[in-house]
């Protein structure tokens, strides 16, 4: 029999991940589901409540020991009011009170947040950026999330917005962006930026896992690829580290993956740009949670939400 515990809930735009996780915030139970037909706000709750169940009931536990409950999504919420803002990937979810409406399904209290403020929330008290005030976190995928920790807190900005680094703009004209921005660093360093170089580069079709397959063997392609993103996202980069002055900068999602050649070509752009007294000074780190920051900062939101009242 477990006792107290929370639930994490990273909501994505194909699949949904949850977790239990205990006072000590180690993972006890994970669970998976796909969130078509999410649309439908009554089946949500149903395919959450059945995940739910079967997650507590397998451990011998009962909802009633559900403290409280997080969700990450990947848009702009306010956290406040538990308010969906707005959610491309998932219809019907914009301007969505979700923390009322869950409320009356669950007993326990709910909270909702950015999934990339989950993430650096997770990544600043369980991984990489443990024990640091200052904190920014960005996750590199199909798109280019961010979140920001200062002074320990994840900071969201008056309007909801904090920490968006994937639409700093890199350049004075260039790619429109569905944010409504122009240049966007998401439109040069996102998975469909670097497919779009290996389309350009490459006679035949590669997948960004063989791209760093090939970057570590010494392709030249693969690597100047990878040096190019790198180049970008540090240049951005130096633009946070010269306002905020952070004590470290993580990186995680699936392009970090591409490892060293990308983290050196990141650290090379800040040194570059950066003002020469913070040069050296900030940290720049891999995330260090994996697919868990999510569903772990989901969790620790809740908790700390619940400790803080």
């Not at 569905?178 to 079709?205: D, H, S, W």
């Not at 570590?216 to 580290?241: C, M, P, Q």
Request: hydrophobic share 45%; net charge positive; charged share 20%.
């Amino acid at each position: 029999m477990i006792n107290k515990f929370y639930l994490g809930v990273d909501v994505g735009g194909t699949y949904t991940k949850l977790a239990l996780v205990n006072d000590a915030c180690r993972i006890l139970a994970r669970q998976q589901i796909g969130s078509q037909g999410f649309s439908d706000k009554a089946f949500f709750v149903h395919e959450l409540r059945a995940a739910l169940s079967s997650m507590v009931s397998a451990h011998g536990g009962h909802l009633s020991q559900i403290k409280g409950a997080g969700f990450g999504l990947p848009g702009p919420v306010d956290a406040e009011r538990g308010v969906v803002l707005s959610l491309t990937n998932i219809a019907k979810w914009n301007n969505f009170a979700l923390v009322p409406y869950l409320k009356r399904f669950f007993s326990f209290p709910v909270f909702i947040e950015n999934d990339a403020n989950c993430m650096a929330l997770a990544e600043s008290r369980l991984g990489a950026a443990r024990g640091a005030s200052y904190a920014l976190c960005l996750t590199l995928g199909t798109g280019v999330g961010g979140g920001l920790i200062l002074e320990k807190k994840i900071y969201r900005g008056p309007f909801f917005l904090g920490g968006e680094i994937g639409h700093a703009p890199v350049a004075l004209s260039g790619e429109r962006c569905p944010c409504g921005g122009t240049a966007c660093l998401e439109r040069y360093v996102g998975n469909r930026a670097i497919m779009a170089r290996i389309k350009k580069e490459f006679a035949r079709p590669v997948s960004l896992e063989e791209l760093s397959s090939l970057a570590r063997r010494g392709n030249h392609k693969a690597i100047k690829i990878w040096e190019d993103t790198g180049r970008y996202i540090g240049f951005a980069l130096s633009g946070v580290v010269n306002v905020i002055n952070p004590e470290v900068i993580v990186v995680g999602g699936g392009v970090s993956l591409a490892g060293d050649v990308l983290m050196r070509s990141i650290k090379r752009s800040i040194r570059k740009h950066a003002m020469k007294h913070l040069k050296g000074k900030v940290k720049v780190k891999r995330a260090l949670l994996g697919n868990d920051a999510g569903v772990l900062g989901a969790a620790l939101l809740a908790k700390e939400k619940i400790a803080n009242k």
